[in-house]
């Protein structure tokens, strides 16, 4: 296993566009979450998978965001109709109970809106 | 109020010597803490988990949480240049903005 992936690691797009990000956990993980970080700002968290079900969505998520793990493996990120302060780096990461293990992170997907 | 809050930085020690890490966290239901060291341009990378009052240690780095203060820390002893990194604390889902480190040699 070769940890959390994540593809592609760089997205530029011209606004308006739509964008979809994938994101493949540690395979013996069942809870997968999505962040967004922008420069000198911790990780804002996006919304929350165990298996299948979506179980937490930030209300800063407005609904051109939308996530989706349809088989309770990988996850994808979609956004619709970009704009410039969507530019961030958008982080996934994985963990398994007990939550005391905390995240392993992916190495991130750079959204640039231009 | 942010769920997390940390001191931003940056924070300066020389080769050698103890850096110290603070946050605090509003939620009084929050169990689990954790330490992340992100260097620059890469992702966060667990470093400590903590869940009890009192100390964890684990080689050169000591967690420190208090509930009743809502306060959680990370020691780094005998710091090295390459401990240089954004630490970030974390408590439920939130992150604090991170603490920038540098070790000078």
């Known amino acids: 296993d070769t940890g959390v992936s994540q593809n592609p690691r760089h997205k530029i797009t011209k606004r308006g566009q739509n964008v979809t990000f994938r994101c493949d956990p540690i395979?013996?993980?069942?809870?997968l979450y999505w962040y967004r970080q922008t420069l000198g700002q911790g990780p804002e968290f996006l919304t929350y998978?165990?298996?299948?079900?979506?179980?937490?969505k930030s209300r800063l998520l407005s609904d051109r965001f939308s996530a989706e793990r349809p088989k309770g493996s990988f996850s994808t990120l979609e956004i619709q109709r970009t704009e410039q302060g969507d530019s961030a780096m958008y982080l996934c990461a994985s963990s398994t109970p007990p939550r005391i293990y905390g995240y392993t992170f992916g190495s991130g997907t750079r959204l640039t809106v231009v | 109020q942010k769920e997390v809050e940390q001191n931003s930085g940056p924070l300066s020690v020389p080769e050698g010597a103890i850096a110290s890490l603070n946050c605090t966290y509003s939620d009084r239901g929050s169990q689990s803490f954790f330490w992340y060291r992100q260097y620059s341009g890469k992702s966060p990378e667990l470093i400590m988990s903590i869940y009890s009052n009192g100390d964890k240690e684990d080689g050169r780095f000591t967690a420190q949480l208090n509930k009743a203060s809502q306060y959680v820390s990370l020691l780094i002893r005998d710091s090295q240049p390459s401990d240089s990194a954004t630490y970030l604390c974390a408590a439920q889902r939130g992150f604090g903005a991170g603490t920038r480190l540098t070790v000078k040699p």
């Open positions: 395979s013996e993980h069942n809870r």
């Open positions: 998978f165990q298996n299948e079900a979506q179980l937490e």
